[in-house]
Nanobody, 120 residues
Framework: QVQLVESGGGLVQPGGSLRLSCAAS????????MGWYRQAPGKQRELVAS???????NYADSVKGRFTISRDNAKNTVYLQMNGLMPEDTAVYYC??????????????WGQGTQVTVSS
């Protein structure tokens, strides 16, 4: 069974930084794209950033220049370094990964979510 486990959320003041991590575990052949989404209260879930296996990245316009996504393929882990945090970044952040499991069909898996709150 494939699982994604996130960590690193919390409360931070405006202008501060946080680093989110998401590790994939279980039995799988390959992990393809990995990414971070977020959902603020009353809003739809939106893509924050994504990264392909060989490092090609994509960012939402609202986080360009402030957030950096990276991955460690040896550890099956994706990271999101968030700098210059603003109150509008407050949301539950979800990890997502396109995984080809040993048992079952290739598909997108989600983490449980981690709360990020930016407030003074």
């Amino acid at each position: 069974q494939v699982q994604l486990v996130e960590s690193g959320g919390g409360l931070v003041q405006p202008g501060g930084s946080l680093r989110l991590s998401c590790a994939a575990s279980g039995n799988f052949f390959s992990i393809y794209a990995m990414g971070w989404y977020r959902q603020a209260p009353g809003k739809q879930r939106e893509l924050v950033a994504s990264i392909l296996t060989y490092g090609i990245t994509n960012y939402a316009d609202s986080v360009k220049g402030r957030f950096t996504i990276s991955r460690d393929n040896a550890k099956n882990t994706v990271y999101l370094q968030m700098n210059g945090l603003m109150p509008e970044d407050t949301a539950v952040y979800y990890c997502n990964a396109d995984i080809n499991p040993v048992v079952g069909r290739r598909g997108h898996y989600w983490g449980q979510g981690t709360q990020v709150t930016v407030s003074s």
